[in-house]
């Protein structure tokens, strides 16, 4: 089972359009709305791929009764805390042409709300009574203010003496507590791990991943765009080649990524092998409009054609 810790969901809605032009009215073509957040397209994503999955998250109004229906319709169990403020919207303008556009994705995301006192007990009472038999619970996404990152650690501490190993894939200060955690699996971006590190921008993938896994002992990935993923775990570390795979559409794909990643490493995989189902994954998301929508076919496909090297 894969348990997904999700602080900062949100209602992810896709607007696809001809193009973009500042100060004009637009009339989309198609509208997608997703469950969304970086653990929503997690769990969607591990679903696709086969894993049973649930999600720990803070929902709130009307926009938190819409973003459960449609997880639990994706067939993702959600385990709700209640809030008073209402659930963000994220926005996404995709545009297939336009000299104002070149192609690009326009986005536009609300704030996360505070958590108050009361939601962060309710996320740590939720996840106590949780069963965790050797599964995984993972931290995806922002962390908003108000859960703060010794009572988050706590949280997951308390996880991993359940019997869960722990993944980590968030940024900023909360990102710190991996120090004092030393998760199974911290997957994070090249831009997260220099930040977290204090490395210069120019600084490879594989040197950040390495010097991460001297902080936590653990398995670590750290992904690049169109230039691929690292991973570096005890054995060794390995280097994922995407060839030309890179898609019209990114968001989510570093969701579907570790989604990927962390459905293989479940079933016991090496980790050349779950990064190559990784890699496959993220691709795939990137075909198609809408985060974890990709399709199987496509998915297959990618991964036949991926390649994982020595690094």
């Not at 896994?213 to 690292?230: F, L």
Request: aromatic share 4%.
């Amino acid at each position: 089972m894969i348990t997904v810790l999700l602080p900062s969901p949100s209602l992810d809605v896709t607007y696809l359009v001809d193009r973009v032009t500042v100060g004009a009215i637009h009339r989309p073509r198609e509208v997608l709305r997703l469950p969304g957040g970086k653990g929503l397209n997690l769990a969607r994503a591990a679903r696709r791929l086969g894993a049973e999955v649930r999600v720990v998250a803070p929902l709130g109004g009307r926009i938190g009764d819409l973003v459960e229906q449609l997880a639990v319709a994706a067939g993702v169990a959600v385990i709700r805390v209640a809030t008073a403020s209402e659930t963000r919207s994220c926005v996404t303008v995709a545009a297939d042409s336009g000299p104002e556009s070149g192609g690009d994705l326009t986005e536009f995301y609300e704030p996360s709300a505070p958590l108050d006192e009361a939601a962060v007990n309710a996320i740590a009472a939720a996840l106590d009574v949780l069963d965790a038999s050797g599964g995984w619970t993972v931290l995806a996404g922002s962390v908003p203010s108000g859960l703060e990152p010794g009572v988050l650690l706590a949280m997951l501490r308390a996880r991993a003496a359940a019997g869960d190993r722990i993944a980590i894939d968030t940024h900023g200060p909360s990102l710190a507590i991996i120090d004092e955690l030393r998760p199974a699996l911290v997957k994070v971006n090249r831009f997260e791990a220099a930040e977290l590190l204090g490395a210069g921008e120019g600084v490879d993938a594989l040197e950040l991943a390495s010097a991460l896994r001297e902080r936590t002992g653990g398995t670590v990935v750290v992904t690049d765009g169109a230039d691929g993923a690292v991973a570096v775990n005890s054995e060794g570390a390995w280097r994922a080649l995407p060839g030309e795979h890179t898609g019209a559409y990114p968001v989510g794909s570093g969701d579907s990524f570790l989604a990927g990643l962390i459905v293989a490493l479940d079933r016991d995989a090496s980790l050349p092998t779950a990064l190559a189902d990784a890699t496959a994954a993220g691709a795939a998301n990137a075909q198609q409009p809408g985060a974890a929508e990709f399709a199987l076919p496509t998915y297959d496909e990618i991964r036949s054609r991926t390649r994982v090297v020595n690094a």
